[in-house]
């Protein structure tokens, strides 16, 4: 079992990917299931094996101690690791994959959700999105290097996914896909101080392009970590 956490920004389509990338894998005869980790979302498309919003209710959480969506998600996390029963239901899960889709924040495994990331999953998927936060050059090295920062946090291999490759205009394309320099000489030293240069997979969850290549890596990460499960 291979349990793969997707995070990334609100919008950047982790849930639509998560549900696309779970029937492609079903599709090549794998065993594949979906946890839903986001307890504030409204609806999700997959059928969840596990979801967080039967545990708990981000609406209460934030009515009760005044906190905002933000707040109350990271509350969950910190209180899930004590909850033996949610730790136990959620590890129950069988598969060759088991997907984790994670609430919608950049900053949010940087800032209290790491434990409980490096704690449920054993590789992660770092999901920008074309067209939006991922639309240039100098976005993609920010959001490279904040998946940098994160990485030293929750300690776990990672792929960097750029999603909605769709809506990618086609002169685009090969410049973005063999990787990129940064524009800000600021921020290709920063990048040079806490993570290095990396292969960036460019995905579509509505045509499912990408999704072998896709596959390979995660293979890959999956055998230099040993068997798992």
């Known amino acids: 079992m291979f349990r793969v956490a997707l995070i990334g920004s609100g919008g950047a389509g982790k849930s639509t990917l998560a549900y696309s990338f779970s029937s492609y894998l079903r599709k090549q005869g794998y065993e594949v299931a979906c946890a839903n980790l986001d307890p504030g979302c409204r609806h999700i498309k997959y059928d969840a094996a596990f979801d967080i919003r039967d545990y708990y209710a981000t609406a209460e959480l934030m009515a009760a101690e005044k906190l905002g969506p933000n707040g109350a998600v990271k509350k969950v996390y910190s209180e899930a690791l004590s909850s033996k029963k949610m730790m136990r239901d959620l590890a129950a899960i069988k598969g060759d994959f088991v997907l984790l889709d994670t609430a919608g924040s950049l900053e949010l495994f940087l800032f209290g959700g790491a434990p409980f990331l490096s704690e449920v999953a054993d590789a ?57 320099e940064a524009a800000d000489a600021h921020l290709k030293a920063l990048l040079s101080e806490v993570g290095r240069r990396e292969k960036l997979f460019e995905v579509s969850a509505m045509d499912r392009r990408g999704f072998s290549e896709l596959l390979d890596a995660l293979n890959e990460l999956k055998c230099s970590c040993g068997e798992v499960g």
């Open 124 to 180: 992660v998927l770092f999901v920008a999105e074309r067209g939006g936060a991922a639309s240039s050059e100098k976005e993609l090295t920010v959001l490279r290097a904040l998946n940098a920062l994160q990485r030293l946090e929750y300690a776990l291999p990672t792929l960097t996914v750029v999603n909605k490759a769709d809506l990618q205009k086609p002169k685009k394309k090969q410049k973005m896909l063999g990787g990129f």
